[in-house]
């Protein structure tokens, strides 16, 4: 069983900044991916990105290729989402959630078995 708690998000300008942070209580094992999600209202939850707990392998959905940074911290059971150059576009509540078994590979939003709460992001242009 993995509980995760979300934080970090909040309001901002276009253009700004945000870093969310996502501490995963419980065993994360190393065969484990840890992701970033995010849903608007009336969407479908999509991925953001997502990183292998074992040999740090990133993935980005490509609206946030080279403006997102996502990083994991073993020790302390985290893993953060660097958020640079936001748009209005990327408003959303953002989700962290844990994929134990990726039989759907690490950006499929199935192969995801816990999930954290939910923080809201909203950028203003």
């Known amino acids: 069983q993995v509980q995760l708690v979300e934080s970090g998000g909040g309001?901002?300008?276009?253009?700004?900044s945000l870093r969310l942070s996502c501490a995963a209580s419980g065993t994360i094992y190393s065969s484990y991916v840890l992701g970033w999600f995010r849903q608007e209202t009336g969407k479908e939850r999509e991925f953001v990105a997502a990183v292998t707990?074992?040999?740090?392998?990133k993935y980005y959905t490509d609206?946030?290729?080279?403006?997102?940074?996502?990083?994991r911290d073993a020790a302390k059971n985290t893993v953060d989402l660097q958020m640079n150059s936001l748009k209005p576009e990327d408003t959303a509540v953002y989700f962290c959630a844990v994929n134990t078994a990726a039989p759907w590979g690490p950006t499929n939003r199935l192969s995801y078995d816990y999930w954290g709460q939910g923080t809201q992001v909203t950028v203003s242009s």
């Open 11 to 16: 309001l901002v300008q276009a253009g700004g």
């Open 63 to 71: 609206s946030v290729e080279g403006r997102f940074t996502i990083t």
């Open 53 to 57: 707990w074992r040999n740090n392998k």
